[in-house]
């Protein structure tokens, strides 16, 4: 596997390089992927997730720290958000290196959020980086999903890997669903509507697999990308 924190270094450094360079109005532009934020709530989302980490509190994606995080940092300058994130990364990554796989959501969690920020100011980048290919091992929890459902197994394409999902996908599959990779990790994290995920190009019946697909709520309104 990626090494977590080289990812997360990543997709960080792409980050704060975007954030930088955002006028008041692209920071206020509203993120449909996270409803009632703007996209500087975003950046100071995944700046306090940083922050709580490394001051040995907080986890990724709690309704109750999410919140916290963004509220201490909405009136604040973009500058001294970025000051406090950049202050944060250096023990943040060692101790990513250090949990290996266990903290690999934070990596996920930063990569898809840089993706929600550059759809609401329509700035595509960082689409074939390290953290989509992080992002697609979500698909190891849908396997999880799926097996508990007791449904027949299905196979996830992404390019050149193919996911198993299920008891017994490998040894074959009547549901298939064969996506580009951002595609697929963008449904993954919950940013498609379930009207999207019922149009892609499935082999087999889609509709008992399509609500154990995704880790987070989906959206009520296509995210346009």
């Not at 090494?3 to 930088?20: P, S």
């Not at 995080?69 to 009136?75: I, P």
Request: hydrophobic content about 40%; charged content about 25%.
């Amino acid at each position: 596997m990626a090494d977590v924190g080289d990812v997360y270094e990543d997709t960080y450094q792409r980050f704060t390089e975007l954030a930088a360079a955002l006028s008041e109005e692209e920071l206020a532009m509203p993120v449909v992927a996270c409803p009632g934020w703007s996209a500087k709530d975003t950046i100071g989302h995944v700046a306090g997730i940083a922050v709580d980490l490394v001051g040995g509190h907080g986890q990724v994606a709690q309704p109750d720290s999410t919140a916290r995080q963004v509220e201490e940092r909405r009136t604040r300058s973009i500058e001294d958000v970025l000051a406090e994130w950049a202050e944060a990364v250096p023990p943040l990554i060692e101790l990513l290196r250090a949990a290996g796989s266990g903290l690999t959501a934070v990596a996920i969690d930063v990569w898809s959020h840089e993706q929600d920020v550059r759809n609401a100011i329509g700035r595509v980048g960082g689409r074939e980086a390290p953290g989509r290919d992080l992002t697609l091992k979500a698909a190891v929890s849908a396997d999880q999903r799926i097996t508990a459902a007791g449904l027949p197994p299905m196979h996830l394409i992404t390019g050149d890997k193919t996911w198993f999902l299920g008891e017994g996908a490998r040894e074959g599959a009547d549901v298939r669903l064969d996506l580009d990779p951002y595609e697929a990790a963008r449904m993954l994290m919950g940013r498609r509507t379930y009207d999207e995920i019922a149009a892609y190009p499935w082999v087999g019946d889609a509709t008992p697999y399509m609500p154990l697909l995704h880790q987070f709520t989906v959206p009520e309104q296509p995210l346009g990308e």
